[in-house]
């Protein structure tokens, strides 16, 4: 008697496909959802598997980013929905004492509209569209090679089949690695909206301009261990928030400068031919679940380039810049906190490790949006403002020429000198250069 599968109650993958491509019975969503680990329940995996029946019938071939959105609610579990009235009314509450204490430790001008509490859902639904502009070009060049080498290995039992029922059985392929992977990113941004507090929390600007909002759903957690009222760390993660939203509606080139290193980035990924060869030697086309693990663990992102480093690079210093800026202001203006510097403590701590969902994104997309220098770059405003006060510390912003550079980073010293109009103080190593350039022997070692 031959082998039976083990569990023969679940279709065959190349099953599904076929009845996909025929218009015949739906396949099982149930038993395709499993091998995408696609959250939801049933309703959810209908409306996916209707989705990507739709894409499919597209003639351009575009990736449908609606199926991320809708992966990402289900994701992001409970309390994604609404916030009660308390929550509500206590976030008005902080965001309105928070934007008069930054009145008083920033001169940019407060925010066109009122911020408030935000669901998880309305941070999905109003940060998806940067993350498909980050995720976009990554999808569409791994799902382009991804069919190129499936198309040349597709079983020949399969391939007659599909050159019969359709003509472009490469684009039915992109479209559901582009499906797939549209899948992984509602996973990724769903557990993103689980865990993070604010709209600025992972340091790029991804509400729209001019607003801003913390979550109620995600305090209780953020606060947990702290031992600090409540209250007061909502006020404090208001301020925050408040100072990151300010500084890029009153920055305007900035949003752009962000979103083009990112683009400098995209642009520049290349895909390792014989690396995707090596993923597909032995792989059937239809089995999702090799290919969900490939999207989940980077497996078919390449390394970076010479020139991917060098926007990283840009990215990290213009995000550590902003960052820095915001955490002196948020401490200038919480300094009447009793437990400021411990809220302030744990938001440096997570921000350097990052969360499961950050990570996840890294690994998918092959970016990280977390800086690296954000002490040093903190120092460095903390020196310009003692030099030169609040107002000439943030005219910096008013034009990208006025920014501080990562040398500045490296050398605040020089950059309060400048805007002084003095000399940066010198080190022993000038001293001795400039006794050798005047013909004077250094003094003995001591």
């Avoid at 109009?421 to 001591?446: I, Q, Y």
């Amino acid at each position: 008697m031959a082998d039976e599968p083990d569990d023969a109650s679940e279709p065959d993958l190349q099953e599904m496909l076929r009845r996909m491509m025929s218009g015949g019975t739906p396949p099982d969503t149930a038993a395709l959802a499993k091998a995408m680990g696609l959250p939801g329940g049933a309703p959810a995996l209908e409306q996916l598997m209707a989705q990507l029946r739709q894409s499919m019938q597209q003639p351009d071939g575009r990736i449908d980013w609606g199926i991320a959105t809708e992966q990402a609610v289900a994701a992001a579990g409970a309390g994604s929905l609404s916030a009660t009235d308390a929550q509500v009314s206590e976030v008005a509450q902080a965001f309105s004492v928070a934007g008069l204490w930054l009145d008083e430790a920033t001169v940019f001008e407060t925010l066109p509209e009122t911020p408030g509490a935000s669901t998880r859902t309305q941070w999905i639904r109003a940060t998806m569209p940067f993350w498909v502009q980050l995720a976009e070009p990554v999808a569409i060049r791994i799902a382009e090679s991804l069919t190129t080498v499936f198309t040349d290995r597709i079983p020949p039992e399969i391939a007659g089949e599909l050159a019969g029922r359709v003509p472009d059985a490469g684009r039915m392929l992109r479209q559901v690695c582009g499906t797939i992977f549209a899948a992984q990113l509602g996973a990724v941004v769903g557990g993103l909206a689980a865990d993070v507090v604010s709209g600025g929390d992972v340091g790029v600007p991804l509400l729209p301009d001019g607003r801003a909002a913390l979550l109620p759903q995600n305090l209780d957690a953020f606060a947990e261990g702290l031992d600090i009222d409540g209250q007061q760390v909502t006020l404090y993660l208001a301020v925050r928030e408040l100072a990151h939203a300010r500084l890029f509606r009153n920055a305007r080139w900035l949003r752009l400068r962000l979103t083009s290193t990112i683009g400098d980035f995209s642009r520049d990924l290349g895909v390792d031919v014989d690396q995707v060869e090596r993923f597909a030697e032995g792989f059937d086309p239809t089995d999702t679940e090799r290919l969900k693990e490939a999207f989940s663990n980077g497996e078919l992102i390449p390394p970076k380039t010479p020139a991917q480093e060098a926007a990283l690079e840009r990215l990290e210093t213009t995000l550590a810049l902003v960052e820095g800026w915001v955490d002196v202001v948020t401490a200038d203006a919480t300094a009447r906190l009793p437990k400021a510097s411990a809220v302030a403590e744990t938001v440096r701590r997570r921000r350097a490790t990052g969360g499961p969902g950050e990570q996840a994104f890294a690994t998918l997309v092959g970016l990280e949006l977390r800086p690296r220098r954000l002490r040093e770059a903190a120092a460095m405003w903390r020196a310009v403002t003692d030099a030169v006060g609040v107002e000439g510390r943030d005219r910096l912003w008013s034009h990208p020429d006025l920014l501080p550079t990562a040398a500045d980073v490296d050398d605040p010293a020089a950059l309060v000198a400048r805007l002084t109009g003095g000399e940066p103080p010198k080190d022993d190593v000038d001293r001795e250069l400039e006794d050798l350039l005047r013909g004077e022997e250094p003094p003995p070692p001591v």
